[in-house]
């Protein structure tokens, strides 16, 4: 594969997401009004930054495709390595030196737009000590990921690379199923709800869907940030609902009840296990792709897995409308749940509330949402949820799956 047509790949990625958050920059500069003149000016500094976000890791990207990744190669052969070592090094240095540029723009992106908006709460101290935990995450699970990757690849692309992909959706299985207990931990402190009631409707929520919620915990995320939001994580046991604790300052018990309706629906549309199936076959599709080529080129392994890693977010723009207009089918389903148990009006209420608390544009410039919205339109959301059928829940709880159907929860 010519560096030169790898380059253009990258380069017109950029090209086309430059065009995309110019579109939305003009949209929401067209939509300021004086009421919404704070959130409008940090909608449009997070497209400006974003913007600038992308333009970094493309040169970055592209430098590695000029002269990087060569340069990787003479340091490593003049320390001594060669063969399955060599390619193991390269490997791990890209994802080490990708990961450190990530970090650098998330550091101007909170200090030049989180803290100037409010919105940030962290401190430099915690940043730092945030950074150095996430490398030695990286450095301890990248060491083992590259040194199995490019064992697997020893025989060769054609031969591998169904092994590679295995490879990756195990991880990204044992990923989901550890982080609640194993690493997020070591960024967050975890705590019981404590409020009864909340309790108490939370559980009853539970019965109506047919499924165990798990742990319900409030996370101390004011530490960081003052945005409110809530979500669900992890897989089969180690399962839980999470709330951020600037909730309590932000909705009252009956709206963070309808949040949490909302989660429940995405688990019982298991709708995280369905988009980890369609990830991890868009992801072996890729794989297998690329080490076509790649074995057509006899690409050696560490090259050619840098190369993959370096190139996947140009690649993934290809199906990325198609995942945001499923997560959007998502969301509308998690939204009637909530509704079928009850909470329209209150999860309506918690939608304004949290969009505006946060900052978040209520529309968009229909383009730019096709491809990066992961959530509807904020008009669209409490159009549906003002559809009275969601209020009709007549059946008995054993019989949930019927009502919510006709409910509007199935698509």
């Not at 449009?44 to 990787?72: P, T």
Request: glycine share 10%; hydrophobic share 50%; aromatic share 8%.
């Amino acid at each position: 594969m010519p560096p030169s047509l790898l380059a253009a790949l990258v380069i017109t990625g950029l090209l086309l997401q430059l065009w995309l958050h110019g579109r939305e920059l003009r949209y929401q500069q067209r939509q300021s009004a004086p009421a919404g003149a704070r959130s409008s000016d940090y909608s449009r500094q997070r497209l400006r930054f974003a913007a600038l976000g992308l333009i970094l890791e493309a040169l970055f990207v592209l430098l590695m495709l000029v002269a990087g990744l060569e340069l990787l190669q003479r340091l490593w052969l003049a320390a001594g390595l060669s063969g399955w070592a060599l390619q193991w090094a390269l490997l791990l240095s890209v994802l080490l030196l990708l990961a450190a540029v990530q970090r650098a723009i998330t550091l101007l992106r909170v200090w030049c737009v989180e803290r100037r908006f409010g919105y940030s709460r962290q401190r430099l101290g915690g940043f730092l000590r945030d950074t150095l935990v996430k490398a030695g995450l990286l450095l301890i699970v990248g060491t083992g990921l590259a040194a199995a990757a490019t064992r697997l690849l020893e025989p060769g692309w054609q031969a591998g690379w169904w092994l590679l992909a295995l490879l990756w959706g195990g991880f990204v299985w044992v990923r989901s199923w550890l982080y609640p207990a194993l690493i997020a931990p070591l960024f967050n402190r975890y705590r019981p709800v404590d409020d009864p009631d909340l309790v108490c409707r939370v559980r009853a929520i539970g019965r109506q869907a047919g499924i165990d919620l798990g742990p319900l915990l409030v996370m101390d995320g004011s530490r960081r940030s003052s945005h409110g939001n809530a979500h669900v994580t992890g897989a089969a046991g180690s399962r839980r609902v999470v709330l951020l604790d600037t909730l309590s300052g932000i909705l009252d018990t009956g709206e963070i009840a309808a949040v949490v309706g909302h989660e429940a629906g995405h688990l019982r549309a298991r709708h995280m296990p369905l988009f980890q199936l369609c990830s991890l076959l868009v992801s072996a599709l890729w794989i297998g792709l690329f080490s076509l080529a790649a074995g057509t080129a006899d690409m050696a392994s560490g090259t050619g897995l840098a190369l993959l890693w370096l190139l996947t977010p140009s690649a993934a723009l290809l199906v990325k409308p198609l995942f945001s207009c499923m997560i959007r089918g998502f969301e509308h389903q998690a939204d009637a749940f909530a509704g079928a148990c009850g909470y329209a009006d209150a999860l309506a209420r918690a939608l304004v509330k949290l969009t505006r608390h946060n900052g978040a544009a209520e529309d968009s410039d229909p383009w730019f949402s096709l491809v990066y919205h992961s959530h509807p339109r904020l008009a669209e959301r409490l159009r549906r949820l003002g559809d009275k059928t969601l209020h009709r829940v007549h059946k008995p709880l054993g019989e949930s799956t019927n009502a919510l159907s006709r409910n509007g929860f199935m698509p």
